[in-house]
């Protein structure tokens, strides 16, 4: 099964941890930032650091990409490329994340960062077809959510559909994060939390419902409140049975939770167990750069190591488009779309 050729929806990628390699070349040569390779293989094999074994290294990677994103310029080019390279994989509908207070360090305000990166998605949206939608992150280790959550708000003409809290979880649990949340819901935008990645099952249920979480970013350790037993979830706690029962879209990223030593082999992961036992399951790349992935490459892992088949990535993409916090009638439309053209691939979905 050639996954590039299968129409795809992405709900989790970070706009600071997809750029190209040889766009931070080109922009570090702009903007006199040195850089730890000067080539683009050599800086992909950088960044890609399959054994930093801590979500706090991996995140340390972020620092040499926000430092060339801190022009108008530099940010429409990476947004409109980032969309150019999730269509090239054949991403029908993607929503892009980003923190705007780790652009400003040039000069910029906020708001002209979510204006040039708005023009950018849009710019490769309108190149390619591939629905673009952007979600705005406030950093859990600043103290400007409430801002980020104002802004957020703010900015849903510029295709902003929701607010996620994102960066190092331990230690930061989603509910201090709460009266950022409630700005957000206030408004009637959607949320999703970084939760159950770095920290387990209590980050997770604060995040539902102390800050009101539509989605779970990562999620995948409500299986810490679940008993497996040869490989299979057996039994679910309460929160676990929640998360199943009422429907919690789970973004999971294999190839990202590898890279931050969460589990040592693609075997260990959960994201089979989790799909089989009916949560609903979505896959997402993170952040491609960091993890030298792509979503076909995602879809690649679930294949070969986890069993899935046409229909189940059928079902995963058709749940990321129910999942999306864009238009309806947009994502209606490529749901019909997208059936079609997994049913030429073989699903009996
Ligand atoms: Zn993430």
């Known amino acids: 099964m050639n996954t590039a050729e299968l129409p795809k929806a992405l709900l989790h990628d970070h706009l600071d941890g997809g750029l190209r390699p040889g766009t931070v070349i080109e922009l570090a040569a702009e903007y006199g930032h040195r850089l730890p390779a000067d080539d683009p293989d050599s ?65 910029l305000e906020p708001t002209e960062v979510v204006a040039a990166v708005a023009a950018g998605a849009r710019a490769g949206e309108e190149a390619t077809g591939c629905v673009a939608r952007l979600l705005v992150v406030a950093m859990r280790t600043m103290d400007d959510a409430a801002a980020v959550a104002k802004l957020a708000v703010a900015s849903r003409d510029l295709g902003v559909v929701g607010f996620d809290v994102a960066g190092a979880e331990a230690g930061n649990p989603a509910g201090r994060f709460s009266g950022a949340c409630q700005i957000v819901i206030d408004a009637n935008l959607a949320i999703t939390i970084h939760a159950g990645e770095g920290d387990g099952p209590t980050s997770i249920a604060q995040a539902l419902h102390q800050c009101g979480a539509q989605r779970l970013g990562h999620g995948v350790r409500i299986v810490e409140d679940a008993t497996v037993v040869d490989g299979e979830i057996a039994e679910v706690g309460s929160l676990a049975e929640y998360v199943r029962d009422r429907r919690v879209p789970l973004e999971i990223s294999v190839s990202s939770n590898l890279h931050t030593g969460l589990y040592p082999s693609v075997e260990d992961h959960p994201v089979g167990m989790l799909h089989r036992a009916g949560f609903l399951v979505t896959l997402n790349t993170d952040n491609r750069l960091m993890s030298g992935t792509r979503l076909s490459h995602e879809f690649d892992l679930a294949v070969a190591h986890h069993g899935f088949t046409v229909d189940d990535l059928h079902v995963v993409t058709r749940r990321a488009l129910e999942a999306g916090f864009g238009e309806w009638p947009v994502r209606q439309r490529l749901l019909t779309d997208i059936d079609a053209a997994y049913r030429a691939h073989g699903s009996t979905v």
């Open 43 to 107: 800086l992909q094999a950088w960044f890609n650091q399959g054994d930093s074994g801590s979500l706090e290294t991996y995140l340390a990677a972020f620092a040499h990409t926000t430092a060339v994103m801190q022009t108008p310029g530099a940010l429409e080019r990476v947004a409109r490329e980032a969309v150019e390279d999730l269509a090239a994989d054949g991403v029908r509908y993607a929503e892009i994340r980003f923190a705007p207070s780790l652009h400003t360090a040039g000069g």
